[in-house]
C-alpha cells in the first residue's frame, strides 16, 4: 500500500489550494480515505474523512471551506478553499481497510496506511 501527497505550497490567506493523493497496491475504492494535518508542537489531527461507503466527514475548523473527493484515477483531492493561516500544516493521506468507529474516525490511531506529506504554508 503506497500512497504519495501532492499540490502543497505557499499561498496567500484567502487563496485556494488543491492536494492530491495517489494510492496505489490495492483497490482502494473498497477503503476508507482521510486527509489529516500536523503543524510544529501539536498533535496530527484529522481534517477530511471519505468512507467506503461515500459517507463524507469534515473537522468543524474546515467544514464549508475544505472539500475532500475521489477520482476515477485513484486519487483522493483535498480542495482548500478561503485558506487561513492557521491551515498552515503538514498534510497527510491516510487510508484504511477495517471499519473505523465514528468517534475515531478525525483520530491518527484508527488509520493503517499513511503518506509522507506535503507542506501547505498560508501567508497572512
Known amino acids: 500500500v503506497q500512497l504519495v501527497e501532492s499540490g502543497g505550497g505557499l499561498v496567500q490567506a484567502g487563496r485556494s489550494l488543491r492536494l492530491s493523493c495517489v494510492a496505489s497496491?490495492?483497490?482502494?475504492?473498497?477503503?476508507?480515505m482521510a486527509w489529516f494535518r500536523q503543524s510544529p508542537g501539536k498533535e496530527r489531527e484529522g481534517v477530511a474523512v471519505?468512507?467506503?461507503?461515500?459517507?463524507v466527514t469534515y473537522a468543524d475548523a474546515v467544514k464549508g471551506r475544505f472539500t475532500i473527493s475521489r477520482t476515477a484515477t485513484n486519487d483522493v483531492d483535498l480542495q482548500m478553499d478561503s485558506l487561513k493561516p492557521e491551515d498552515t500544516a503538514m498534510y497527510y493521506c491516510?487510508?484504511?481497510?477495517?471499519?473505523?468507529?465514528?468517534?475515531?474516525?478525525?483520530?491518527?490511531?484508527?488509520?493503517?496506511?499513511w503518506g509522507q506529506g506535503t507542506q501547505v504554508n498560508v501567508s497572512s
Open positions: 491516510a487510508a484504511s481497510s477495517i471499519f473505523i468507529d465514528p468517534w475515531a474516525k478525525l483520530v491518527q490511531g484508527a488509520w493503517q496506511y
Open positions: 497496491g490495492y483497490h482502494y475504492r473498497t477503503y476508507n
Open positions: 471519505d468512507e467506503a461507503d461515500g459517507t
